[in-house]
């Protein structure tokens, strides 16, 4: 009898370990997955700062007329990273490719780039704003890049 007691003891010390596991199990997922939608907000949050900064940095050229090879390099240096930064957003792919190929069109045709300075501001300043409008000016600007120019 003394042996059946210890038995049932056991058995009811290890269905409330396994369910205490089971709720610990799930409260980890659920912070796992709150986790994720705070990184991925935080990557579309710095995405979008990214362009805006490209943006300004566009404006305060085309404001002073100065200093053109410093705003360009930084605008590179803007959109490489907000390349990076949509890299990390899963659900962004065709703006992956657009702002992929934009950056592409500033470091191969900067003198072409050069006559569309103005128009990607905008675009940039409409991305930033959550506009879809903004990707189809980005588009337009890569279409009408002449790709066997310089």
Do not use: W
Request: hydrophobic share 40%; aromatic share 10%; glycine share 4%.
């Amino acid at each position: 009898m003394n042996q059946e007691k210890i038995m049932k003891a056991k058995m009811i010390t290890a269905i409330i370990i396994a369910a205490a596991s089971l709720i610990a199990a799930f409260i980890f997922a659920g912070l796992y997955s709150d986790q994720k939608k705070q990184n991925r907000l935080d990557h579309i949050d710095q995405y979008e700062k990214n362009l805006a900064q490209a943006a300004d940095e566009i404006d305060n050229y085309l404001e002073k007329q100065t200093d053109y090879d410093l705003h360009y390099n930084m605008v590179l240096s803007d959109l490489g990273a907000a390349r990076s930064m949509i890299f990390l957003i899963s659900d962004y792919t065709e703006e992956q490719k657009t702002i992929n190929e934009i950056h592409y069109c500033f470091v191969k045709y900067p003198e072409q780039m050069k006559d569309r300075l103005k128009e990607s501001s905008e675009a940039f300043r409409d991305i930033a704003g959550h506009l879809d409008k903004g990707y189809d000016e980005v588009s337009e600007i890569i279409n009408s890049i002449d790709k066997l120019g310089n």
